[in-house]
């Protein structure tokens, strides 16, 4: 419950071997004994393994040794060297998350005399280096975020042989380049979060020189809601907004869930948040009928289209909620994205 600080390059260069821990309210610098925590560095890259309970931080730039290939865990008290079959290179400047879906946790590049190009995966035990059809350019400076909505590992930016502005997806097999109707400006060492409430990747500034803020939805496919919630006894309505600029003229399908949105179903080669169920079928079957209005339909030129759920006063008596997403389609039925889920909860 505490975000971890380690480490780092202050403000007179000098390369810090110091832990601090932000609890919502307070930085407060936790003391580890030298024995039990990695050698002062910089350009290092960290992530949480839920799964396991265990900060990870693999490399970095020792001034002692350059770029390191060691790998720590952090356990909430001291940090442990941990001591694989496999390991990366030495790097710096690369990119880690944690994939939450498969439990390992992935890393993307950075640089040790050159630029690096490689994936690998850490699952706890060993460091396996995947071999994907295709792969983002060589660079150093790039971030990774996980989106465990859509099971993908989400890659922006970086420096190679030029400062890159595209969009990368990691599923585990394969990065695939993603096209966007807008693009922010290239840029590499930036910070980027996965905001999982409202299904967005975030990316904030980085050494481009400026202090942009920029969302992505994953493949332009994003869906909001006007209330979470509607009144029993009352009733109302839910208005949820469809929003996918790159798909402009295409479809959209609204579905439904009953029993949450993890593990989600994979169809036609685009993972929908969703578990399938009997509500799955209702939505199916009657897109276009009471309780639904335009839960089907076409994009507009912007991309852009709406459904409605309604209830009226005194039809349910149990409090319950529904979990709704879209995908996108077209004529010829093949599927191209699906949104993040949003949540319908019947009050008292």
């Not at 970095?60 to 390991?87: L, M, P, R």
């Not at 995966?121 to 400076?141: C, F």
């Not at 042989?161 to 096209?179: C, K, L, M, R, Y």
């Not at 790159?246 to 080669?269: E, V």
């Amino acid at each position: 419950g505490k975000i971890v600080l380690w480490g780092g390059v202050d403000g007179s260069l000098v390369t810090k071997r110091d832990h601090w821990e932000y609890d919502g309210t307070n930085w407060t610098k936790i003391k580890i004994p030298a024995a039990f925590k990695p050698s002062a560095r910089g350009r290092t890259a960290m992530c949480y393994d839920s799964g396991r309970l265990r900060t990870i931080m693999f490399g970095g730039y020792d001034v002692a040794q350059g770029a390191a290939n060691d790998t720590w865990e952090f356990n909430g008290a001291i940090w442990n060297q941990v001591t694989t079959a496999t390991s990366p290179p030495g790097r710096q400047d690369h990119g880690m998350c944690y994939d939450s879906d498969r439990r390992v946790t992935v890393m993307y590049g950075g640089s040790s005399g050159g630029d690096l190009g490689d994936t690998w995966e850490y699952d706890g035990t060993t460091w396996t280096l995947m071999t994907p059809a295709n792969s983002p350019p060589s660079m150093h400076g790039v971030e990774l975020a996980y989106d465990a909505a859509r099971k993908k590992t989400v890659l922006f930016g970086g420096h190679g042989s030029a400062v890159f502005d595209t969009t990368w997806e990691w599923d585990g097999v394969n990065w695939v380049s993603i096209p966007t109707a807008t693009l922010p400006p290239n840029r590499e060492q930036h910070s980027i979060v996965h905001d999982s409430g409202r299904g967005k990747t975030v990316i904030f500034s980085g050494t481009n020189g400026s202090n942009d803020t920029w969302e992505y939805s994953g493949g332009g496919c994003i869906m909001t809601a006007d209330t979470p919630s509607i009144s029993l006894s009352a009733g109302g309505s839910q208005t949820l907004s469809v929003e996918a600029p790159a798909h402009a003229g295409k479809f959209y399908w609204i579905f439904g869930s009953l029993t949450g949105t993890s593990p989600g179903i994979s169809l036609l080669g685009v993972h929908i948040p969703l578990n399938p169920d009997l509500y799955t079928n209702f939505t199916i079957a009657q897109p276009n009928a009471a309780p639904f209005t335009t839960f089907r339909g076409p994009l507009d030129a912007a991309g852009k289209g709406s459904g409605m759920f309604s209830l009226p006063p005194n039809v349910l008596t149990a409090t319950f909620t529904l979990n709704h997403a879209f995908v996108v389609f077209d004529s010829a039925g093949s599927f191209h994205c699906a949104s993040n889920p949003v949540v319908l909860n019947f009050v008292q």
